[in-house]
């Protein structure tokens, strides 16, 4: 069974940071490429950041250089730092498993983040 479980959201004022975790669980972690994806009110979803199963990085252009995505494949965790957060960072924020060999990507259940004074 594919789990997972984000972890690290929360309450922050501008130019705060936190640290996203995303623990999974079921899928051959060390092989899957891992992303975060954020989806604020009356918005679509939208990608934040990606690492490959080789740590390739890639990211939003609205984030570069404030976000830092990385990955333990020992601890099977994709981390998001996010530094200079600011108030349209504010979103539920969810990790996600791209699919291996045709298989389906799973979604965890998302993580409130809120950048306000």
């Known amino acids: 069974q594919v789990q997972l479980v984000e972890s690290g959201g929360g309450l922050v004022q501008p130019g705060g940071s936190l640290r996203l975790s995303c623990a999974a669980s079921g899928i051959i972690f060390k092989f899957t490429t891992m992303g975060w994806y954020r989806q604020a009110p009356g918005k679509q979803r939208e990608l934040v950041a990606s690492i490959s199963s080789i740590s390739t990085t890639d990211y939003a252009d609205a984030v570069k250089g404030r976000f830092t995505i990385s990955r333990d494949n020992a601890k099977m965790t994709v981390y998001l730092q996010m530094n200079s957060l600011k108030p349209e960072d504010t979103a539920v924020y969810y990790c996600?498993?791209?699919?291996?060999?045709?298989?389906?990507?799973?979604w965890g259940q998302g993580t409130q983040v809120t950048v306000s004074a």
């Open positions: 996600k498993a791209y699919g291996l060999g045709g298989s389906s990507d799973r």
